[in-house]
């Protein structure tokens, strides 16, 4: 019996999803289907309807749809009613359709675990204050750090998710442009979407002490401009989200078919990727 699934996006033709989750089957010896689906504004609803009334199992969704397959899901799981946002559908067996939020398990998988920096009683400070952050903030919470601070450009936004944030911790906020805080980070991370026109979110160097490990959301094969940054003011812990893309993967595929997945080979493949 193969299982059928799908990462919807536009673009989608980068995404790195199908061979990730094919690995993950193969552990399992589980055979899958993994496509990836191109849709639009205009189609994406009719897109995700013929996907499940097909035989799909489950979809990744990635950007721009997020918020959309947010809206079509019949439940929706904490961490995707914190994110407004869901990156992972299950079709259930009575025919509903249950939306997730992997990506914040996904980013605090791969600091806490795979890289071996605690976020309990640490200094964290977030740069950005998009669709990014809203999904992360609830699982980095769980955690329980020590301070917690949003830095964006629009600090009206930074403003409102403290205030949806607020029944869970008391995160502070402050402009990216002069960021206010009392020591350097233990943990920098860039949820901006600058990387993706390689430009640079902070200026502020002394936001890296010694032990501060850089985080960058992005990934690319190259090091990004805010990890550049980083290694550059002489930050020695730099990461990009390529482990948390696979952590991610991991936890949707564990939803939808009740196995974990070892994650440590699929991040060595996709970190050793020269295209
Ligand atoms: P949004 O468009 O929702 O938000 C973008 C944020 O970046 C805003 O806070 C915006 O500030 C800020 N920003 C953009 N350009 C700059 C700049 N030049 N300087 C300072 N701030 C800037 O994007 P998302 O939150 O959805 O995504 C953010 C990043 O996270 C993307 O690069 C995405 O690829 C990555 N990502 C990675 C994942 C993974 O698995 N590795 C999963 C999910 C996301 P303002 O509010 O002022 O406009």
Redesign the pocket.
Known sequence: MSYKFAVFGNPIKQSKSPQIHQQFAAQFDMLIEYERLLSTDDMFDDDLQHFFSSGGLGCNVT?PFKERAFAACDDLTVAAKRACATNTILRRSDGTLLGHNS?GV?LVKDIVVNKQVPMSGSNIMI???????R?ILEPIISEQPAHLTIA???IA?ARQLAIEFRDLYAVEVTP?EQPEYQVAPDILIN???????A?L?VSDSRLIGNQTLCYD???KIEPTAFLQWASDNGATRCYD?KG??VE?AANSFELWTNRQPATAESIKWLENLTV
Not at 127 to 133: E, F, R, S
Not at 191 to 197: I, K, N, V
């Open positions: 950007a990506d996904g740069l950005g204050a998009g669709g990014a952050t999904g964006n450009r629009t936004k990216i949820a901006t979407s600058a990387s993706l026109s430009s979110p959301l992005s990934y989200g948390m893309l991610q």
